[in-house]
């Protein structure tokens, strides 16, 4: 199989799947090919910190059977479930779409809030920015009041929805870039993006772009080497 990125949805929406997998081929584009595996342990969209923690040990599962075949593993839920142990189980470029979104929102020294649609996963956010040295960056997390189950299957209400809440990151928390927070919610994030002045971040495609420079670096480094040692 010729060298791939695989991104692996932790959620077992096959939907979501394809919808992700749409989104990561785009950010791509005739770099490198995307394929998609996803999870079946974990519920249709993980809203829980439970859920989350739960979905890391299928995740590296999944990355360390496919990785002899890949160039390089995106994990593609808002959290980074199993990210750093399969970071140490397997030996190419892995990253996360919390990780890359957060790193790419707080460039520059910016100041970056998070609009999700999953309040009981908003610790573990906060943590992951913790985790990444950015806690100071973080200007705070916006959370919609619906169901997130019921709001993923409305895409104008989850559109308008996560509108209001990039809205108060702004306005109210002072952040000067917004990462919308999700995998499942990648097609709003690309709504969103055009609509404010301030830099509304979606997570898929940084972790696409961090991807990429990986494996270009990588790429680089082996090259460079062959001809030293040639």
């Known amino acids: 199989m010729t060298r791939h990125i695989l991104l692996i949805n932790p959620n077992s929406s096959q939907a979501t799947s394809a919808m992700m997998q749409a ?9 490198m090919a995307v394929t998609v595996v996803t999870a079946r342990r974990s519920p249709a969209m993980i809203v829980t910190e439970e859920a989350l923690l739960a979905a890391a040990a299928e995740v590296v599962e999944i990355g360390t059977r496919h990785a002899a075949d890949c160039a390089g593993i995106v994990v593609s839920a808002f959290g980074d479930p199993g990210l750093d142990e399969l ?6 470029p892995v990253t996360g779409i919390c990780e ?5 929102a707080a460039r520059g020294g910016r100041s970056f809030g998070v609009a999700t649609t999953t309040p009981l996963l908003a610790d573990a956010i906060a943590a992951r920015a913790a985790a990444l040295g950015l806690a100071e960056r973080l200007t705070g997390i916006r959370c919609t009041a619906e169901d997130p189950l019921a709001l993923s299957g409305d895409k104008a209400a989850l559109t308008l ?11 109210a928390d002072g952040a000067e870039a917004v990462i919308i927070g999700g995998g499942p919610l990648g097609e709003a994030a690309g709504a969103l993006q055009v609509r ?3 830099p509304v971040i979606s997570p898929i495609p940084c ?3 961090a991807l990429l420079e990986q494996i270009s670096g990588r790429h680089a480094a082996s090259t460079t080497l062959a001809t030293a040692q040639g």
């Open 23 to 31: 989104i990561a081929q785009r950010a791509a584009g005739d770099a």
């Open 87 to 92: 970071r140490r189980r397997v030996d190419i």
């Open 100 to 104: 890359a979104s957060m790193r790419a």
């Open 161 to 171: 929805a996560l509108g209001e809440m990039v809205e108060a990151c702004i306005a």
């Open 196 to 198: 404010y002045a301030t």
């Open 207 to 209: 972790a696409i772009e």
